[in-house]
């Protein structure tokens, strides 16, 4: 019984490790590069976490409705190594997002490119084209 026991523990151990990749995904199971998209609006929210960055944008269509998009960057460590800081979007600025939109439609997508409120075009390292 102990051994029995000791076998299960020991294959539900070397499970566990494996789950954050089983929660991961590609690119092209959630993206559509064939669909790029340009959204400029203000930044809401901004999570520095692993396995992706992500940040979200306000958006005003023409009769003051306001649109949420999530948009999904690299992983912080790839962030830090282009540059980026924790700080470097701040709730209240004004970018534009260039990327490639969800295949389901909704208002996500997978940044290419950033704008930020100074004019500087930074590359939001996640996935390229043809991906």
């Given at each position: 019984?102990?051994?029995?026991?000791?076998?299960?523990?020991?294959?539900?151990?070397?499970?566990?490790?494996?789950?954050?990749?089983?929660?991961?995904?590609?690119?092209?199971?959630e993206?559509?590069?064939?669909?790029?998209?340009?959204?400029?609006?203000?930044?809401?929210?901004?999570?520095?976490?692993?396995?992706?960055?992500?940040?979200?944008?306000?958006?005003?269509?023409?009769?003051?409705?306001?649109?949420?998009?999530?948009?999904?960057?690299?992983?912080?460590?790839?962030?830090?190594?282009?540059?980026?800081?924790?700080?470097?979007?701040?709730?209240?600025?004004?970018?534009?997002?260039?990327?490639?939109?969800?295949?389901?439609?909704?208002?996500?997508?997978?940044?290419?490119?950033?704008?930020?409120?100074?004019?500087?075009?930074?590359?939001?390292?996640?996935?390229s084209?043809?991906?």
């Amino acid at each position: 019984m102990k051994s029995t026991l000791a076998s299960l523990g020991a294959g539900l151990g070397l499970l566990i490790p494996a789950v954050p990749a089983v929660a991961h995904h590609s690119f092209a199971a959630e993206y559509d590069s064939n669909k790029p998209v340009t959204i400029t609006g203000t930044v809401s929210k901004v999570e520095w976490t692993n396995p992706h960055a992500r940040f979200y944008v306000d958006v005003k269509d023409s009769s003051g409705k306001v649109t949420t998009w999530n948009f999904e960057l690299a992983s912080p460590n790839v962030l830090t190594r282009n540059g980026w800081r924790r700080n470097s979007l701040k709730v209240g600025d004004e970018v534009t997002v260039s990327g490639s939109m969800a295949k389901d439609g909704a208002n996500l997508a997978n940044a290419r490119t950033v704008t930020l409120p100074d004019g500087k075009k930074v590359f939001a390292g996640s996935a390229s084209e043809g991906q």
